[in-house]
């Protein structure tokens, strides 16, 4: 159990460890300002988490990881394996912007948009509807087995159930398509059923469980016992991080306004235990910071608004900093710390930029021979035998010249003037340099292979070497 607070008056905010006994959690639903803000934020989420897959660019699904041939598009650019940097700056920028935002603002991600919090919101507002609010809910748990109980418990399961599928669902449209996933259908037994191949089956089964289990079964736990980002956040905070706190000083001794109670014997906590009631992982903030705590300031909106029922001060619950609450000074909003997670998430997102912006979609890749470092030819030259892959990374087709950059006495042969290559296909085209042994320097010769798709808008060139070795 987690410790009863110390007095914290002049001390730090004490910190508590997580309580591992805890049953499940079911918060009273409030409102106030920072619950619109959520709710705005987390519903713009869950909307653009939904409907992005069905967005279309260039008559294809606009945002597509298509891992089966291992094309990946994001509107007008297209990935490939060999493109694997792009996905680790996209991860490395993100858990930057993550620790700027967690150094400045506290766990504003857990609270506001992070999709564990987001769906266990969700299937929360489930049992609200079928059930009622926190006290009826709380009742009914308690309740004996009977037909009554059974048929409401189904009725939840089964919007879970169906909240999960759709979930599931718009995870795999992502990989798949939405095409794959909702377009091909079969008859079995006289009745339409999914054509789907057996990855798109397995995935559809793993995501479908995954979000009952954690939105319906795990909830707080999975925020309280399993994410890390809740352990390590203290790693993260220093005294001026916003952090949700009970302001000691100004609510104890708490207490009941009973008959004859002296206004001055009492802080301004009235004890109605509002903050503990609407707590979406049942933690009383009045004890300190704690790690269970997601700082989703549904405490604040539940104490503000009995502080207005009550007539006093809003703001015994409030955002602010340990500076400010423990030490009584100004909080330093711009701090070294800031300053380099803002330096370093400006410089990477630039380097990633100008790298996507500097990417040519057009990929070259030259391989010798490795069984003969060169031949005579029938025609009495020295060859030089590549297989040269050439890759179109555009959404549209294009037809590619290969050349060789003048050489004195080289010459390149290809098979074909020029190569028709359709969006994203790739083709390995042997080639060969041939040289008249009279003509060149003999040892090895760097050489210059040029790609240029033929309306001029994309060129690239490698390095590879041509040599007489084994000829002279
Ligand atoms: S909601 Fe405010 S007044 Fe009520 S118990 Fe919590 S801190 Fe005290
Ligand atoms: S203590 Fe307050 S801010 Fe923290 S999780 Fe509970 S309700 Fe949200």
Redesign the pocket.
Known sequence: MSAPASNPINHKIPVHEVDATKKHVHPRFTDGFYQRIRVVTMYALLVAFLVLPWLQYDGRQAIWFDVPSQHYYIFGVTLFPQDFFYLAAFFIIAAFALFMVTVYAGRVWCGYACPQTIWVHLFQHVEKWVLGERNQRIKFDKEPYSAKKIAKKSLIWMIWFVLSVITAATFVSYVSGTQTLYGSWQSLGGLPFPNWPTWVWISMFIFTFATYANAAYMREFMCTHICPYGRFQSVMFDKDTLIVS?DYNR?EP?GHRKKGTHPDDLG?????????QVCPTGID??DGLQVECIQCAA?ID??ND??DKVGYPRG??RYTTERQLVENEPSKYLRPRLFAYIFLLTALIGVVAYTLLDRVPLEMDIRRDRNQLSSLNSEGLIENSYIVKITNKTQQPHDYKLTLSATQGLDLRTRFPSLPLDAGESYEMPVSIVADPKLVQHGELPVEFNVDSQDGTYHITKSNVFTTQGQD
């Open positions: 009970y609510g708490r301004d906590c009235v004890e109605c235990t509002m903050c503990v903030i009045r405490c539940a104490c009995i502080m015994l619950i």
